[in-house]
DNA sequence: GACCTCTCGGCAAACGATTGCAAGGCCAAA
DNA sequence: TTTGGCCTTGCAATCGTTTGCCGAGAGGTC
């Protein structure tokens, strides 16, 4: 149980010498009055210096600290971002996806780092009103979303009067709200000409074309080919999780399909195909060329590592917290489009 | 834009038609006092049915919905679950780990069911008191902590005094907070018998033994060898994110190191090896087994698919939620030690 | 018609903080 | 000693709910 790594070092951790629930509690210990405890500990208006010290040290010896639940109702703010997760039919669906959890990830970091704290909540299917009711319930100061998925119809609603909503996806003409997200469009076209200049001719592509990003890539994707090539593209319909994905991929090369260039909507619909194509005796880079879309972590150590259209997810999260901020603030703000970028490893 | 998926069901979206922010605005445009409001709204109390028919479609009709956070505040309690990932030196790194996002996943249903939100928050490296400072700030009315990592001494002080705090991670003695967790010995104990069976004898074990989770998987690895290879394991020191356990694993292979049975302590770790492997002309699984530790999603979909010890996620977090619901209510509750379970594939 | 019993719904005090306003203390200048 | 000004700190209202307590009618019975 020996600390090795990032040890304890400022103070100690130790247990309250009396309980002291509120600043009603410290005042009448301290013997001065709630207004003087709150100015002491917020920092905030005019205050003897030594007092405020005296204040503070009385606090820190009864492990006393601010109840930020009654501190937010007074202030009128929650302190707290919600971050939710549409389409969730298969539970932990979307977790799953590494994507989605990186996003996560840096979007947690960025937020404390803005002294908020993140709420978080998949949402349940079937519910027209979720984003609504979230957002009504007062529980956060503003929502990310994380994916239009099929939910654009609720997005437009909500988005028209409620201001404090980003949402990390495709972006249309005219949203009634902000949108951070890749040029999926871009992406597909990169994907395209990496498989053409490879060589590749019998082109599929793999993907949910519910979902607007996912429609994007495919029409960027189709765009990008010669008329000829563009007529032949397989589209083989695919749902998100790895288990239905490799089972989609694995009945269409057991079905005699013999693609030599397939693009992948996600880094995880990518590892499904190469996995299945191996299965099948189809080795990939040699036999076909395998580019997927997100550049997950995991990409890398795929066997073989797989060439994929990075989307700079630590950016992303940085301008969805960014752009949300200012808006709470009030700023007048516009979406943000981030350009992909091909990288290439040894799938293709 | 056409939702084709779970389709808007119940009622419309709709903008609010006056500016009604509180049960005060509500009761005067009602015609009724507040309690009846609060009564209405809430359900609980006598209420005529006719009354709290009229006040529900009237909050309806305003788009009211009571403030989460005064609700809270009056009623004790936060209707939150603080879920805490310690040991984050790396931005992003834990939550890289797909076993990390896929709990996260399962504790964000299993709260939501309950009624509770999730409040999800990264540790900052480096300050002794972070679990002391979220606990005494009232956030939340529990704490979920995922892993133990090196933090064992903070989780103890804290756990000392303040009870609403359960752990995901290894099952100590006299713990002073309750754990939910894998038997990590017997998991180890799984790893080592297969690799035996799989007539490997040249065996390591790559992870990082500064968790008591890993160290935990290594003694029971150890444990269940017979003397002589158990004096022959090398141990490869290894840390969590892809990056550096892939350019570990080149390392220790580009150095000539030729195990034939290897034992990664996560299923991240283990892809990785497979993948370094794979670079240096090490054949998965002929020339070298691999198990891996976790049995995440992709596993399945690696290139071989990993062999693993698989823990039951989905039940780890029903559990910790259940334990740490219960303690809130004041029941008197033990720890939980989930049974590990070898999952066969193509890489061993 | 008087009295009792219910049922319904209003009053007001919490929950734990913030903050505008003003009072009191202190010091210096007159 | 008086007065004015500044600095410090206290008073009390407020944020939006919940809920114990109690009064006012309604309805029933004799």
């Known amino acids: 149980m020996n600390a090795k790594g990032p040890s304890p070092q400022k103070s100690e951790v130790r247990p309250p010498k009396a309980e002291v629930r509120s600043i009603a509690d410290l005042a009448r210990i301290a013997g001065v009055s709630v207004s003087t405890i709150s100015r002491a500990l917020t920092g905030k208006g005019t205050l003897n210096e030594k007092t405020r010290?005296?204040?503070?040290?009385?606090?820190?010896e009864h492990g006393f600290r601010l109840n930020v639940a009654a501190q937010n109702l007074r202030l009128g703010r929650t302190g707290a971002i919600g971050v939710l997760l549409p389409l969730g039919h298969d539970r932990g669906q979307h977790l799953s996806d590494p994507?989605?959890?990186?996003?996560?990830?840096?979007?947690?970091?960025?937020l404390a780092e803005h002294g908020y704290?993140?709420?978080?909540?998949?949402?349940?299917?079937?519910?027209?009103?979720?984003?609504?009711?979230?957002?009504?319930?007062?529980?956060?100061?503003?929502?990310?979303v994380i994916g239009q998925s099929n939910q654009g119809a609720v997005l437009d609603a909500v988005g028209r009067?409620?201001?404090?909503?980003?949402?990390?996806?495709?972006?249309?003409?005219?949203?009634?709200?902000?949108?951070?997200?890749?040029?999926?469009?871009?992406?597909?076209?990169?994907?395209?000409?990496?498989?053409?200049?490879?060589?590749?001719?019998?082109?599929?592509?793999?993907?949910?074309?519910?979902?607007?990003?996912?429609?994007?890539?495919?029409?960027?994707?189709?765009?990008?080919?010669?008329?000829d090539l563009r007529a032949q593209v397989e589209i083989?319909?695919?749902?998100?999780?790895?288990?239905?994905?490799?089972?989609?991929?694995?009945?269409y090369f057991a079905a005699g399909n013999r693609p030599d260039g397939v693009f992948a909507a996600s880094d995880i619909i990518g590892m499904s195909i190469v996995s299945a194509a191996a299965e099948q005796g189809i080795v990939v880079p040699e036999a076909m060329s395998v580019v997927g879309f997100d550049d997950i972590l995991l990409a890398r150590i795929a066997t073989p590592p797989l060439t994929t259209v990075r989307q700079d997810i630590a950016e992303g999260a940085r301008r969805l917290v960014?752009?949300?901020?200012?808006?709470?603030?009030?700023?007048?703000?516009a979406s943000v489009l981030l350009e992909p970028r091909l990288v290439e490893r040894g799938s293709s």
């Not at 994507?99 to 960025?110: I, T, Y």
């Not at 288990?243 to 694995?250: L, M, Q």
């Open 53 to 60: 010290e005296r204040v503070r040290a009385l606090a820190d």
């Open 99 to 110: 994507f989605f959890s990186a996003m996560l990830g840096h979007l947690a970091d960025e």
């Open 117 to 144: 704290d993140l709420l978080m909540s998949r949402v349940l299917p079937g519910r027209a009103n979720w984003l609504d009711d979230f957002v009504r319930s007062g529980r956060t100061d503003g929502v990310i």
């Open 161 to 227: 009067h409620y201001r404090n909503l980003v949402v990390w996806g495709a972006h249309g003409t005219d949203l009634p709200y902000l949108t951070v997200g890749t040029d999926n469009v871009a992406g597909g076209a990169l994907a395209a000409e990496h498989l053409l200049a490879r060589g590749r001719r019998r082109l599929a592509f793999f993907g949910n074309v519910e979902a607007p990003e996912f429609a994007a890539r495919e029409q960027g994707f189709l765009a990008a080919l010669p008329p």
């Open 236 to 251: 083989v319909p695919i749902q998100l999780t790895p288990e239905s994905s490799f089972a989609a991929a694995s009945a």
């Open 322 to 333: 960014a752009l949300l901020l200012q808006r709470i603030a009030g700023a007048d703000v």
